[in-house]
């Protein structure tokens, strides 16, 4: 795994650390085919973040073409062995159909998973599905709940969605957080 990791972080470094990486060249391309094969080597042997590297290689297209199904295969392999970032990679790609149909009770119980080992982004994302209603019943209460602990475990997305949803709350229900006493027992009260 290390020697791969080094090739593809040299790489990485030579065509620019960007999600998306230009064509590489003949030799770029020969040292990137050999990283991939001891990522492939050290996943089959249990390494779980040669399984998010290749993931992640054929998810951003890195060096080859861009393959969710390869992704796919591979974060699972590490999802399944606990990897948070595995994880939540799966999570996303289920949430927006990347290689795979839209499905949101997939997207949200490997988001659950992440979130139970804090990861600050699948934290968010709950806060997304909840503020949204995509697979679940909407709940703002929720959505804030999920976005105040993503922003405490730093993830800067969830205070522009918290922002978001706060000026959402005042337009369309300014008295959700406020208490509403209502007195009489008549309509002629």
């Known amino acids: 795994y290390d020697l791969g990791y080094r090739v593809w972080a040299r790489i990485g470094r030579a065509v620019g650390s960007g999600r998306e990486w230009p064509a590489l060249s003949a030799s770029q391309q020969e040292e990137m085919d050999g990283a991939i094969v001891m990522f492939q080597e050290a ?10 590297s290749i993931g992640d290689i054929y998810f951003w297209g890195k060096g080859v073409a861009q393959d969710y199904e390869r992704a796919m295969a591979a974060y699972k392999v590490g999802a399944e062995a606990g990897d948070v970032g595995c994880q939540f990679a799966l999570g ?19 988001f659950e998973k992440a979130a139970a080992q804090d990861h600050p982004h699948a934290v968010g994302q709950l806060g997304v599905m909840y503020g949204e209603g995509n697979g679940v019943t909407p709940s703002w209460r929720r959505a804030r709940e999920f976005y105040k602990r993503a922003i405490e475990l730093g993830n800067s997305r969830a205070v522009e969605n918290m922002q978001d949803l706060t ?23």
């Open 43 to 52: 996943m089959d042997q249990g390494h779980i973040l040669a399984a998010r």
């Open 167 to 189: 000026e959402l709350i005042q337009a369309l229900a300014p008295l959700m957080d406020q208490r509403v006493e209502i007195h009489g027992t008549s309509r002629t009260d």
């Open 92 to 110: 996303i790609m289920y949430y927006k159909g990347r290689g795979v149909a839209v499905d949101y009770e997939q997207a949200r119980a490997w």
